[in-house]
């Protein structure tokens, strides 16, 4: 994440993001798959008072399936639909359009039963790194080029045609995420989401190895073939750099080359599909996430 969040900086991504859902129907929270709660930002729900809402479980390639589903589920209890999408592949994009459509389909056909033909205003928020502007140009596509001013509506603001009764934003609303839960905000420093220069690398990769190992134990002993289920806690990274050959001049483990492979290699899902967070985490921190 490049933007740091002071106190100024939410106030104006607040500002703008109520002065724009003034002009939209349907509101797209993208959360990331990996971590559905620590990409959500607490607040959404004063915020979007009033609006339709949809989510969008991102990067979906990268989480653990099943429980992609479970996720599905647990927004569909809070009577928000929800779908899993992969913002870098070109699969789906229908299921993501309908999602929204559907949406405001009652609005819609309020105003059609009134013989005024609505077309549905739609505008993703999420927090930054999730995905936004990836799946703004996926759903949007060669539209995108066609985008043009609208009389009517605030300066700067372009609108995508999606469908003959569908438009997007063209910029995404921007939410800040809430780092008052350690553990919420160590998974955000795990998907890439805080400023890796801004924490201790090799305590980070230390923390994710240990949450791996109890996630997905038999991907991390394959990739790093050094782990066993003997390793210590605090040996794992040492283990990493003994499998990759990482030693520093005068002997020992080059642990903080190890810390950025790691980190990065989970990232880019090359260890597992891991999900950091099932629904049930929420109750099992009651209260620790707002
Ligand atoms: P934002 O607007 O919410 O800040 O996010 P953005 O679209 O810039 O995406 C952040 C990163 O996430 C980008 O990677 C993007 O390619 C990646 N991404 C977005 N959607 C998906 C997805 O569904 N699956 C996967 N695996 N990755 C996704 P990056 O490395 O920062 O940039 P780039 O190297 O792709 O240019």
């Not at 993501?96 to 739609?122: H, N, P, Q, Y």
Request: one cysteine or more; proline letters at 4%.
């Amino acid at each position: 994440m490049l933007i740091q969040w002071y106190p100024g900086h939410m106030a104006k991504a607040r500002r703008m993001l109520i002065e724009n859902l003034k002009l939209i129907d349907v509101v797209v929270e993208l959360v990331d798959a990996r971590a559905p709660l620590a990409t959500r930002n607490p607040d959404f729900d004063d915020l979007f008072t009033g609006k339709e809402r949809v989510a969008v479980l991102n990067k979906s390639d990268l989480a653990a399936p099943e429980i992609t589903k479970l996720w599905v589920e647990h927004y569909k209890k809070e009577r928000i639909k929800a779908v899993e999408f992969v913002s870098t592949s070109a699969q789906k994009r229908g299921a993501a359009v309908a999602l929204i459509e559907g949406a405001a389909a009652e609005k819609v056909k309020k105003m059609r039963d009134k013989g005024v033909s609505k077309t549905v205003r739609a505008m993703i928020v999420g927090i930054p790194n999730v995905g936004k502007s990836t799946f703004i140009n996926r759903i949007a596509g060669e539209n995108r080029a066609q985008t043009g001013d609208k009389p009517g509506v605030t300066k700067g603001k372009q609108w995508v045609k999606i469908t003959p009764y569908l438009e997007l934003m063209d910029t995404p609303g921007l939410l800040w995420p809430k780092l008052e839960n350690e553990t919420l905000a160590r998974h955000l420093a795990y998907i890439g989401s805080i400023n890796d220069e801004t924490m201790d690398v090799e305590t980070l990769a230390g923390n994710l190895l240990c949450d791996l190992r109890r996630l997905c134990p038999a991907a991390l002993m394959e990739r790093y073939k050094k782990i066993t289920s003997e390793t210590a806690d605090e040996a794992l990274l040492a283990m990493v750099a003994q499998s990759r050959g990482f030693m520093v001049r005068g002997g020992g483990y080059d642990t903080e080359r190890a810390a950025r492979i790691a980190l990065d290699e989970y990232r880019g899902g090359k260890i597992a599909r891991v999900t950091l967070e099932t629904p049930d985490f929420l109750e099992a921190h009651n209260g620790e996430t707002q």
